[in-house]
């Protein structure tokens, strides 16, 4: 499963930005979705996840603010973000979890940066 994740970018603090995560295969119904976040020095933190039946959950961080949603005719999972803070700042990552006969396989895509400015 290679994941491509991209609409990152600068904006203003209050702003919105909307994040995509394109997946190939043909089984992305079946996948988990989620989207984690990194800052330099600091470990990779969940931000939100979505499940194959539409079911999803966010950090405390986020909630009310961050949406995810997943399109499957499309194989793709969004976060859109809104009334964004400086500490939003980060390289955003989606993971897949596909699930196979010996339990979940984890994959990543290449990160995205955001960059909320005060």
């Known amino acids: 499963v290679q994941l491509q994740a991209s609409g990152g970018g600068l904006v203003q603090a209050g702003g919105s930005l909307r994040l995509s995560c394109a997946a190939s295969?043909?089984?992305?119904?079946?996948?988990?979705m989620a989207w984690y976040r990194q800052v330099p020095g600091q470990q990779r933190g969940w931000v939100a996840s979505i499940s194959s039946g539409g079911a999803t959950n966010y950090a405390d961080s986020v909630k009310g603010r961050f949406t995810i949603s997943r399109d499957n005719s499309k194989n793709t999972v969004h976060l859109q973000m809104n009334s964004l803070i400086p500490e939003d700042t980060a390289v955003y990552y989606c993971?897949?979890?596909?699930?196979?006969?010996?339990?979940?396989?984890?994959?990543w895509g290449q990160g995205t940066q955001v960059t909320v400015s005060s």
């Open positions: 993971k897949a979890l596909e699930p196979s006969a010996r339990g979940y396989l984890e994959h």
């Open positions: 295969g043909s089984t992305f119904n079946r996948y988990s």
